[in-house]
């Protein structure tokens, strides 16, 4: 008889894909599609990160009151965190680093092409500081796509998100759960714990994932935070969850560079060439056109 401890199949955990950056586009495309997500090693290079966490530093030491939830809604408060201090419009908040950050040509070609299936452009559906303080406890499991309950299941998602580290993720300062496959599992369908993998990474690292894969914040028993922006793009015909026009105002989408603009909503979306329509329209013209 053997002396070998019996593997328990309930401890044994799904681990994430791994890549360096730098990858061919087209594999990281293939691995947000199957299983789900995959980790990019060093997305961001330590000046980078540097910088980042200087300007949110500056950011936040200015504004030491902003970034708790409070939505109106308890469950949705709760949900984003109470301990966690959440900041949209990065744009203007942190002008010399987020606009960069979102508008990366990797990652609106990597939204775009996993996405290309349901929309001819995309939108930045959310740029969202999400800094885990100490004491939060585990988010609710969820979906990105949840933010929708009528949308139906698709084979290609509707929603991509890249969770940008900006600190080291560990196991115990919330690292995010996620479940590889389970895109594929019917509605309402929770995570078992041996089916959640963690986004272990290093600061600079990203996670890049479809929006109905099921994820969520890790609890962070730590006594540090644990940053990360989080930028998640949608189909350019859905309502995005952040008011990119409050936040940052028409005028300065309007005179944001391409690609910014088109993703915080200042073009159109243009499905005439697949029979359908076009969104965005101004009197008849595209937005930012001569009238
Ligand atoms: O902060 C994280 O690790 C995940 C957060 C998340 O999934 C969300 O807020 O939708
Ligand atoms: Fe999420």
Redesign the pocket.
Known sequence: MSTEPETDPTTITPTLVTRPAGSPMDELVALTLEPGGVIVTGWLDADTVGRMNDEIDRYLRGHPDDGAPDTGSELYDR??GRRTVRLHGLVAKLPETAPALIADPRLVEWATAVMRPSCTSVLLNAG?L?Q?GPGEGA?YR?R?TDSWPALPPAETPFVV?A?VALDDFTLDN???HVAPGSHHWPVGRGAQPNELAR?VMRAGDAILFRGDLV????ANTTDARRR?V?LSYCVGWLRTVENHAANLGLDAIDRAPQPLRDLLGGGVHDASDRGGGMLGLVDGRRPGSAS
């Open positions: 949900f984003l969202e999400i885990i988010q969820h990105d998100n969770i919330g690292a995010t986004a994820h969520g914040g890790g990360a989080s």
